[in-house]
Antibody
Framework: EVQLVESGGGLVKPGGSLKLSCAAS????????MSWVRQTPEKRLEWVAY????????YYPDTVKGRFTISRDNAKNTLYLQMSSLKSEDTAMYYC????????????WGQGTTLTVSS | ETTVTQSPASLSMAIGEKVTIRCITS??????MNWYQQKPGEPPKLLIS???TLRPGVPSRFSSSGYGTDFVFTIENMLSEDVADYYC?????????FGGGTKLEIK
């Protein structure tokens, strides 16, 4: 059974940093591209980072480029999202999600971890 | 960037009725449209993927159509268990972009 378990969310002040983790199991993690997707309190969904299976290619939307860094440790079956210069608009539930292939949709999602950016 | 406009934002339908949700994209995305269902407290679940392909295990009352910039998601004979939020996602190009969502309730 595919499982994705996020952790690391919390309350951070504006301008602060935080690192999220996603532990994967039940599939060959190193063979799949992965992403982070967030859902705002208004329930809007936004893709925020993409990493290729080997980790050599990463992509971000302009809203987080330069502030967020996605990475992975295939030996540990773990995906990461390092977030810095956080803003109130980054407040959201953060999901890790598996792609079924390059530029194919997210076929499995974790349960999410919540980030709140507030002073 | 491809903008995805989803309508309606909310929908109230009776059990057994046909549900229709539409997504329009700002660029031609061939048939690279996907549809998700999200129930309270759960992550989104992929129902239909590119090429209007029903995912394994998803009931056949769910379907979609469309190509280019105009896409439609349909639930034939709505059931009470279909109450949820529904989202479309274009996977033709980066950044991947979602529609704004449709909240489906029972009338």
């Amino acid at each position: 059974e595919v499982q994705l378990v996020e952790s690391g969310g919390g309350l951070v002040k504006p301008g602060g940093s935080l690192k999220l983790s996603c532990a994967a199991s039940g599939f060959a993690f190193s063979s799949y591209d992965m992403s982070w997707v967030r859902q705002t309190p208004e329930k809007r969904l936004e893709w925020v980072a993409y990493i290729s299976s080997g980790g050599g290619s990463t992509y971000y939307p302009d809203t987080v480029k330069g502030r967020f860094t996605i990475s992975r440790d295939n030996a540990k079956n773990t995906l990461y999202l390092q977030m810095s210069s956080l803003k109130s608009e980054d407040t959201a539930m953060y999901y890790c999600a598996r792609h079924s292939g390059w530029l194919l949709p997210f076929d499995y999602w974790g349960q999410g971890t919540t980030l709140t950016v507030s002073s | 960037e491809t903008t995805v406009t989803q309508s309606p934002a909310s929908l109230s339908m009776a059990i057994g009725e046909k549900v229709t949700i539409r997504c329009i994209t700002s660029t031609d995305i061939d048939d690279d449209m996907n549809w998700y269902q999200q129930k309270p407290g759960e992550p989104p679940k992929l129902l239909i993927s590119e090429g209007n392909t029903l995912r394994p295990g998803v009931p056949s009352r769910f379907s979609s159509s469309g190509y280019g910039t105009d896409f439609v998601f349909t639930i034939e004979n709505m059931l009470s268990e279909d109450v949820a939020d529904y989202y479309c996602l274009q996977s033709d190009n980066l950044p991947l972009t979602f529609g704004g969502g449709t909240k489906l309730e029972i009338k």
